[in-house]
């Protein structure tokens, strides 16, 4: 019987943009899929549940993780460590399912370096700038000072957009919901190289 192997799908963009609402919109329509949940220093939002939104750690502990090599990749973003680790994501992947991350451009380019052959990957933000301050300012969830670490690191971000495959620029959002489906399905479509030549030995009757 044919190994399964899965591939994944990385979403960049901004805090504020609306990554994860377009995640949570466009879930049903993707079929079976495993969001990656990370780990971060970060304290939980209002809302934000341990396991379920990310596994919240202390810094001692992210450290701990990264002596034993437990991350795929990991950042500091905005002042935190954020993390994905490697044993739910081979899981998943040999179970043959679509991944996705939700990481910063740091992230990205680690990953791509590691695993580049299965990835696919989407940029999220904002029609501008200006968009962008507006929406962070009325989630309401995060003080000045962090508000003004986000607009800082946005800056930043956005000048890796060509490092992408694709680009959503979330202005309409149910047009946005249906570019991110376009997106993940062409994602799951993705093969790497050992599937590939997997696939070319059985086609030949191997
Ligand atoms: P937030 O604090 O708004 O949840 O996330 C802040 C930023 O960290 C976002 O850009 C998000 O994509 C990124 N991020 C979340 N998890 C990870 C991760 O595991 N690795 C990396 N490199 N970035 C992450």
Redesign the pocket.
Known sequence: MSKKFGSILI??????AG??SLIKAAEEKIGDFYF?I???T?PP?EGERDGV??HFVDKATFEADIRAGE?L???Q??G?Y???SLKPVREALEAGKLVI????????A?ARERMGDLITSVFITTPSLKELERRLHARGTDDEEIIRK?IE?ALI?IEYISAYDFLIVNDDFDKAVDDFVAVAKAARLKKGRKQALQFVNEWRGN
């Open positions: 979403v960049s963009g901004p805090s504020g990554k994860s990656s990370s780990t971060t970060r939002r939104d990310y991350f990749e990991y950042a973003v905005h935190n954020y993390g994905t991350f939700d990481i910063d451009v740091q992230g990205h680690i986000r690191n971000e």
